[in-house]
C-alpha cells in the first residue's frame, strides 16, 4: 500500500499510496529542530506522539464540522491523509504572546491578545519563514484574497474549538500553527499536524510548559512531557 517517498521535512515524510492517486501517508520522525533548524535533536518516541496526538486533535476538529485532510491513523507513527497542495503559509494563531512576537515587536510575554492574533507567515527555509501580510500572501501564492480571509476566519474557528479542547484537560491553548492545502476538487482542508511541535500549551494550574518549549529552552524532558499531553488527551471522548 505504502508507496514512494514523495518528500522528506524536518519532522514527517511523505509517502504515495499505491493505488489511490488522492491519499498520502504521512511517517512522523522522531528529529526534533528548533530555530528554523539551527538546534537539532532525536527523541525515541517523538514520532509515535506526534502522530497519535495529531490523529486525536483532528479527529475532534473533524466532528465539531472542520474540513481536514486527515482519514486515519495506519500505526503507531503512520497516518492516511487526503493529498492536499499545500498553501505555503504558515497560519499563528495568538491567543497569549509567548515565542517570536516577544522578540519581534517586543510585547511582554503573557499578554492576552483579545481578539485572537493572527499573523502569517511565508513558509520557505530558506528565508526563515519571515511574516508577510495578505497582499505578500497574494504575491506569494496562487491564492486570492477570498481565500485569504476563508484561511483566516477557519483558523479563528478551529481556535475557538481548540481553545475549548485543550481548556477541558486542563491546558492553556497560547499559540499554534496551522497550514491548509487544496484537494484535487480545489477544496479548501485543514492540513499537516496540530501537535506539542505546534503549539504552545501550559499547565491552567502551575503554568508549566508542556510543548517543544521544554527542547527549545532546554527546561524539561521532551518525551516525558509529550506523554504526558497525550495521556491528558485519551481521558478526552
Ligand atoms: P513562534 O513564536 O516561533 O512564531 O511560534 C508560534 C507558534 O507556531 C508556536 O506554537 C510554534 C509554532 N510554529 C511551528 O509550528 N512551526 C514553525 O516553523 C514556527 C516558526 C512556529
Ligand atoms: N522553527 C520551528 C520551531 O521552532 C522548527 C524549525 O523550523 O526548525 O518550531
Known amino acids: ?25 504521512l511517517s512522523y520522525k522522531n528529529d526534533a529542530t528548533a530555530f528554523n533548524g539551527k538546534k537539532k535533536a532525536n527523541f525515541i518516541g517523538k514520532g509515535k506522539y506526534n502522530n497519535l496526538i495529531t490523529a486525536k486533535i483532528f479527529d475532534y476538529l473533524h466532528r465539531k464540522g472542520i474540513k481536514t485532510h486527515f482519514q486515519k491513523s495506519l500505526n503507531d ?13 504558515e497560519v ?23 481578539p485572537p492574533l493572527v499573523e502569517l507567515f511565508y513558509k520557505n527555509d530558506d ?25 483566516k476566519e477557519a483558523a ?10 485543550f481548556q477541558s484537560v486542563n491546558l492553556q491553548l497560547a499559540d499554534f500553527k496551522l497550514e491548509f492545502g487544496k484537494d484535487a476538487k480545489g477544496n479548501l482542508l485543514l492540513a499537516d499536524e496540530i501537535s506539542p511541535d505546534t503549539c504552545r500549551l501550559w499547565d491552567m494550574e502551575t503554568g508549566e510548559k508542556m510543548d517543544k ?25
Open 1 to 25: 500500500m505504502k508507496g514512494d517517498l514523495l518528500y522528506e521535512g524536518k519532522a514527517k515524510k511523505v509517502f504515495l499510496v499505491e493505488g489511490d492517486s488522492q491519499a498520502l501517508i
Open 77 to 89: 507513527t503512520e497516518q492516511l491523509v487526503t493529498k492536499t497542495t499545500i498553501i505555503p503559509v
Open 92 to 114: 499563528v494563531v495568538r491567543n497569549v504572546a509567548a515565542g517570536s512576537i516577544t522578540k519581534r515587536l517586543g510585547i511582554k510575554e503573557k499578554t492576552v491578545f483579545s
Open 127 to 151: 528565508l526563515s519563514d519571515p511574516l508577510i501580510n495578505e497582499e505578500h500572501a497574494r504575491i506569494l501564492t496562487n491564492v486570492d484574497p477570498f481565500e485569504i480571509e476563508q484561511i
Open 156 to 165: 479563528r474557528a478551529i481556535n475557538d474549538l481548540l481553545l475549548a479542547f
Open 213 to 237: 518549549d521544554v527542547f527549545r529552552e532546554d527546561i524539561g524532558d521532551l518525551i516525558e512531557t509529550y506523554d504526558a499531553i497525550l495521556q491528558r488527551l485519551e481521558a478526552v471522548k
